[in-house]
């Protein structure tokens, strides 16, 4: 089973500033990953999927790098709305896909 | 395009949960279904996926021989049933629509609740 380690657990950062996010994987899944924003009492929402590509109507603050085993989203000057948790999953390798334990973005 | 799933649930250990999942707005045999689980607090957990298109299923490891997933053509709905319930499957449990892997798009989600 492939492990997703993100980081940081928490991030604290000023509105307009910028937020990077890692994941990484316990072994190569190529470009196979995706990234969703999950707000409380929400379902989760698809942001970036094969490592880099936006998801319909995202903004193009949000963007995706990485391949093999490192992986970052980026949002360049975060929003009110941004305020979240970020999860990465991985679709290389199944059963199962995973997922990484999530990154808090917070109002510093 | 919309998900749409079934209500809160509320059953004793040992018991078994089926959460329906009714598509619209799109080709349902066209993608596959994932479910996805939340317990309260914590992170995602995929349980596994079923094609809409032939009924072909996959299933996480972890929930093999307690979870069954299936799918009905003519209500465009897919379902996921789990047995034998304990405590720790108390969760919010969700599907999304799946074509290659990443979920486009997400039911509300159904609370499942398992408590004596």
């Known amino acids: 089973e492939i492990v997703l380690t993100q980081s940081p657990a928490t991030l604290s950062v000023s509105p307009g500033e910028r937020a990077t996010l890692s994941c990484r994987a316990s072994q190569s899944i190529n470009r196979n990953l995706a990234w969703y924003q999950q707000k409380p009492g929400q379902a989760p929402r698809l942001l970036i999927y094969d490592a880099s590509t936006r998801a319909t109507g995202l903004p193009a603050r949000f963007s995706g790098s990485g391949s093999g085993t490192e992986f970052t989203l980026t949002i360049s000057s975060l929003q009110s709305e941004d305020f979240s948790v970020y999860y990465c999953q991985q679709y290389n390798n199944w059963p199962p896909w995973t997922f990484g334990q999530g990154s808090k973005v917070e109002i510093k | 395009v919309q998900l749409v799933q079934s209500g809160a649930e509320v059953k004793k250990p040992g018991a078994s949960v089926k959460v329906s999942c009714k598509a619209s707005?799109?080709?349902?045999?066209?993608?596959?279904f994932s479910w996805v689980r939340q317990a309260p607090g914590e992170g995602l957990e995929w349980m596994g996926w079923i094609s809409a298109y032939n009924g072909t299923t996959i299933y996480a490891q972890k929930f093999q021989g307690r979870v069954t997933m299936t799918r009905d053509t003519s209500t465009d709905t897919a379902y996921m049933e789990l047995r034998s319930l304990r405590s720790d499957d108390t969760a919010m449990y969700y599907c999304?629509?799946?074509?290659?892997?990443?979920?486009?798009?997400w039911g509300q989600g159904t609370l499942v609740t398992v408590s004596s």
């Open positions: 999304a629509r799946d074509r290659s892997g990443w979920s486009s798009t």
């Open positions: 707005g799109y080709t349902f045999t066209s993608y596959g």
